[in-house]
């Protein structure tokens, strides 16, 4: 559906080539987006999100490579079928009010049937009384879901949303989540591409996450995949006077935690390692009270990946 | 579309109406008295209300029109206008389009209710209209080029290039009527002449029209005039990124 091919991107004119001031900020960046995916994109700040989601919408020309969607040029491609957008700043004319708004998005669309388009995008992020509303009196929260609004108008077969929970509060954190679900079953080849600080959110969302760091990309996180190996455990049990002996004789690698309770990391090789040990301490007379994988989260899989670009770049 | 864009535009036609109440207090052809009308219309031809019409069509463009592409760039409204599925060329044919179509309406308008309230008849022939179409399109190419390649200020640009081009003939006019001879060499005269927005040319056409027949070399002109800065304005737009 979206596909980036050693995409470069440089910003400055003539005078700041000639000056040696060109600021690279996307360096060979490669990514498929397949149909049916919900890719994240993260990146510290200047990494080059921006500039790739302004690509993606034509609103920039690489200076080297290639960006498609569909197998077109992105303008050629969101002029004849438009994208769902939500842009991090959103901006509209502040003396338009909600209503005026969304009939001018819906006439840029060419849509059928506009009023009862709009009152049910507006009804879906709750702004349907905010119709009269002028833009310029709205809250932070409100706009970006006026933006949202504007984004599910039409049919659209790609979704960008760039930082879109900024403004919004938990509540409406959670819907977001809903709609973009929603948006998502209603046609499972649908693409949406999720700029955003906010791993947490990204990894409730994205199937997979491409984390960029100086304008390349330096890995694909794919969220569904299964682990590549046996988790570890977080393992505790009950205070007895020899319970941390048994688990240590059960568990020769088991690592301690600190705190008031009696828990440990342990770290069996499968699942059936992890039943006979877990069942030798129990026969110990070990009374065992919680037991739990211990996943590796996007935010640690990020500073990772972010961490091992830095290492690179140093030993340069 | 167009009802929505005539809506954003209520208040800018407005201060067109404004405008033209203006040019009716200011314009001495309208201020001649019914006993003294046969002798007036002797001294000011009523084709001299095409210049009048002219000019509020020049400025209805410039009200208009004014930041009609450079407020989107600047202010970032072209990102959610763009992410649906419309070219911005046309989007932006289509406003200035409207805002040609408001400036013709409103100058007809203009022409038969001023003549009527200043004589109670129709004098000036519909061939008054040939020039504020023609300012029309000069400056509304004028302000489409500056509103592309300037973040703000287009339609002080389109201003200053008319107040320098009356400045120009005003220095061309001296000369002519002095004898004394400019500094300019011919060849820098005429280049200049050819650059600024064609008065003449619109002066040309007024006095055949006058003399009974038509200047098509002027009107040509002036109208390849406009839409010269009108295609550099799109090709401007087509081919520069957005910020």
Known sequence: ?316 | MIPLILRQLRVRLLVVLAICGAFYLLEPTFHVHADEAADAAQAIPPGEIAFTLANLAGASMLVLLAGFVATDRRRGYYRLYFSHPTRPLAYYALRWGVAYGLTLAVCAAFFVVSQLAAWGEIRAGADALVQPALFALIYGGVVAFASVAFPRGDSLVALALYLVTDLWQGFLSFFGETGVAPPLSPLVRQGISFVLPPHLALRDFYEAARAGHAAWGAVGFAGGYGLFWLAAAALLLWSREWP
């Not at chain 1, 080539?17 to 994109?41: E, K, N, Q, Y």
């Not at chain 1, 505790?236 to 002996?245: C, D, F, K, L, M």
């Open chain 1, 1 to 316: 559906m979206i596909r980036l091919d050693g995409v470069e991107k440089e910003y400055g004119g003539w005078m700041a080539r000639a000056r040696g001031r060109v600021v690279r900020a996307l360096d060979g960046v490669s990514l498929h987006v397949p149909p049916g995916t919900a890719m994240g994109i993260v990146g510290p700040n200047g990494a080059g999100k921006s500039t790739l989601i302004r690509l993606l919408l034509g609103y920039i020309r690489p200076t080297g490579g290639a960006v498609r969607v569909d197998g077109m040029e992105p303008r050629a491609y969101v002029g004849s079928r438009g994208m769902g957008y939500v842009p991090e700043t959103v901006a509209i004319p502040p003396a338009w009010s909600v209503g005026h708004a969304m009939r001018v998005f819906a006439a840029l669309s060419e849509l059928d049937a506009p009023a009862a388009k709009i009152d049910g995008v507006l009804r879906r992020v709750g702004m349907e009384d905010a119709a009269h509303r002028r833009i310029g009196a709205l809250s932070k929260g409100m706009l970006q879901r006026v933006a949202i609004a504007q984004a599910l108008l039409g049919q659209r077969a790609v979704l960008v949303l760039d930082e879109p929970t900024g403004g919004l509060d938990p509540e409406w954190i959670a819907e977001l989540r809903a709609i973009v679900a929603e948006w998502r079953a209603a046609d499972p080849a649908r693409v949406v591409l999720i700029a955003s600080h906010d791993l947490d959110e990204l990894e409730r969302t994205a199937d997979r996450v491409a984390v960029l760091e100086a304008g390349r990309v330096r890995e694909v996180i794919d969220l569904r995949a299964p682990a590549l190996r046996f988790p570890a455990y977080r393992l505790e049990v009950e205070a007895t006077p020899h319970a941390g002996e048994a688990v240590r004789a059960c568990f020769p690698d088991a690592v301690a935690e600190e705190g008031p309770d009696l828990a440990f990391r342990v770290q069996p090789t499968d699942t059936d390692d992890l039943n006979r040990r877990v069942a030798e301490l129990l026969r110990r007379g070990v009374s065992v009270r919680a037991l739990a994988p211990e996943r590796e989260t996007l935010e640690e899989r990020f500073h990772g990946a972010v961490g091992r670009g830095r290492g690179r770049k140093g030993g340069r």
